[in-house]
């Protein structure tokens, strides 16, 4: 497959204000690709990293360090006016769209925006575009005049979608596009997502917490953790069989309506991960940064920063995983001298 978006060792270093200016590296050489037309899924817990990636994808926080590639051009650090040749075919669905529609702007106007800063000629272009727009996201017809407060939740996320895809996009970086919904308005939300990438052939990069959720849309899912990738590959395997202790845990901590099972799954991930004050101990600075809530930790992780490891068609950065790491209990068998 195409690559169409590439992150390459990507870096994203915030400098908080105040006395100390203690710099937070929230996004830590994190590389993995998105093919044309392929949805990858991000995950990881509050604070991982996953919007600060999608921000940097969209130009709207700068890289510290490393690349970002779209469409075989680098546009890590491009200047504003070369940036807006990009504003059709990149575009995004946030978590709450109330905030990022103009609540004095109708809904057919706020579809239309992004259309007319691309100066899509002629009125009745525009009003075709917008209306069939409304229509692909199943909104009323009349909705075209109205503002955005009489809609629930989930028509307000319609909008949303329809005002990204009104461009016709190559990817969409949708950051917690249905975590806000109901679940049956999240189911909703989630078949108009996959309708729309097969009528269209737009690739996803889809950021959500929920495991399941995310290895029912994605093809590919990237594990976070601190700012780093622990784990990536095929979506599915990873969520039916995880081998990280860390999406071990995160695939424990998704909640289920079964108590008996919910009771299992808690049982489960007490032997799995180390919380509470574990949870909040900084990481070593130099080795593993799930060193203080793994169950498998050793010396090694203490020390030395796991380096990204092939497993099949996965990529581990778990000394386990790692035949020469030294880690006791090494999970894959040293090729034969
Ligand atoms: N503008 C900023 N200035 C300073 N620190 C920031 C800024 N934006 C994010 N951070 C820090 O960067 C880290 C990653 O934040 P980010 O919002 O990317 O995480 P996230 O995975 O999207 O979390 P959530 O699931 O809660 O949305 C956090 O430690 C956060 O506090
Ligand atoms: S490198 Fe060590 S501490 Fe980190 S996840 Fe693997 S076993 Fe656990
Ligand atoms: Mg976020």
Redesign the pocket.
């Known amino acids: 497959m195409t690559s169409l978006l590439s992150l390459d060792a990507l870096e994203v270093t ?1 400098t ?1 204000r105040g006395l100390r200016r203690t710099p ?1 590296r ?2 830590d050489n994190v590389t993995f690709d998105v093919a044309e037309g392929e949805t990858v899924g991000l995950i ?10 999608g ?1 940097a994808v969209l130009g709207l ?1 700068p890289a510290t360090g490393g690349h970002v590639t779209f469409r075989d051009e680098d546009i890590t650090r491009l200047r504003a006016e070369d940036r807006a040749r990009f504003a059709g075919s990149l575009q995004a669905v946030f978590q709450d769209p109330y905030s990022s529609l103009n609540p004095a702007r109708t809904v057919g106007r706020s579809v239309a925006e992004p259309l007319q800063a691309l100066g899509t000629p002629g009125e009745p272009e525009l009003t075709a575009r917008v209306t069939g727009m409304l229509k692909q996201v199943s909104l009323p017809s009349d909705a075209v005049d109205r503002y955005p407060h009489v809609f629930s939740g989930g028509q307000r996320q319609r909008v949303g979608i329809a005002r990204a895809f009104s461009t016709r996009p190559d990817l969409v970086v949708c ?2 596009a249905i975590s806000a919904l109901d679940v049956v308005t999240q189911a909703q939300v989630l078949t108009l997502l996959q309708r729309l990438r097969a009528d269209t052939g737009v690739a996803l990069l889809f ?1 959500a ?1 929920n495991l399941p959720l995310v290895a029912y849309l994605a093809q590919r899912v990237v594990v ?1 953790y601190r ?1 780093r990738v622990m784990e990536r590959g095929p979506a599915q395997d990873i969520h039916e069989h995880p081998l990280h202790p860390y999406t071990k845990a995160l695939t424990l901590a998704v909640p289920g309506t079964d108590p008996a099972a919910q009771r299992a799954r808690r049982a489960a991930r007490a032997a799995t991960v180390r919380e509470n004050s574990a949870n909040a101990a900084p990481p070593p600075s130099q080795g593993c940064p799930f060193a203080p809530r793994c169950p498998n930790v050793a010396d090694v992780c203490l020390s030395r920063r796991p380096a990204d490891t092939p497993v099949g068609d996965r990529v581990l950065a778990c000394h386990m995983y790692d035949p020469y790491s030294g880690h006791p209990e090494t999970a894959v068998t040293k090729e034969p001298a």
Do not use: N, P, Q, W
């Open positions: 915030f908080r937070v929230a996004v990881g817990e509050s604070g991982s990293g996953k919007t600060t990636i921000r926080t950051d917690e950021i917490h976070l700012g």
